[in-house]
């Protein structure tokens, strides 16, 4: 059963914004961290952002550093990725992703969350 659920993905032009969300209401645990993560065709999934679901703190991959914010609402159980800015490079089909147990550093691996929602497509036009 899919615990995290994506949505608010689409077409857009470049420059445009756009914000996804994603509902953790499903989750059998309170995560330690949710993160983000983006596939693009014949590309390796790869971090785009993440947030320690406690202290609010953030972490991003450097291609999107301040062109995009990730936060959380504990009380709707739900994280956003909110990006500015859009070029044709960010054009993926993106993924949330939650882990359960904390961790020395930030969790940035694809490997080391637990719990992932079925992704939702953005395409960036030029």
């Known amino acids: 059963q899919v615990q995290l659920v994506e949505s608010g993905g689409g077409l857009v032009q470049t420059g445009d914004s756009l914000t996804l969300s994603c509902t953790t209401s499903?989750?059998?645990?309170?995560?330690?961290?949710g993160a983000w993560f983006r596939q693009a065709p014949g590309q390796q999934r790869e971090f785009v952002g993440g947030?320690?679901?406690?202290?609010?703190?953030?972490n991003y991959a450097d291609s999107v550093k301040g062109r995009f914010t990730v936060t959380r609402d504990k009380v709707k159980k739900t994280a956003y990725l909110q990006m500015i800015n859009l070029k044709p490079e960010d054009t993926a089909v993106y993924y949330c992703?939650?882990?359960?147990?904390?961790?020395?550093?930030?969790?940035?691996?694809?490997?080391?969350?637990?719990?992932w929602g079925q992704g939702t497509q953005v395409t960036v036009s030029s």
């Open positions: 992703a939650a882990r359960r147990s904390s961790s020395t550093s930030f969790p940035k691996s694809a490997g080391v969350f637990d719990s």
């Open positions: 499903r989750l059998t645990f309170t995560p330690y961290a």
């Open positions: 947030i320690l679901w406690n202290s609010g703190a953030t």
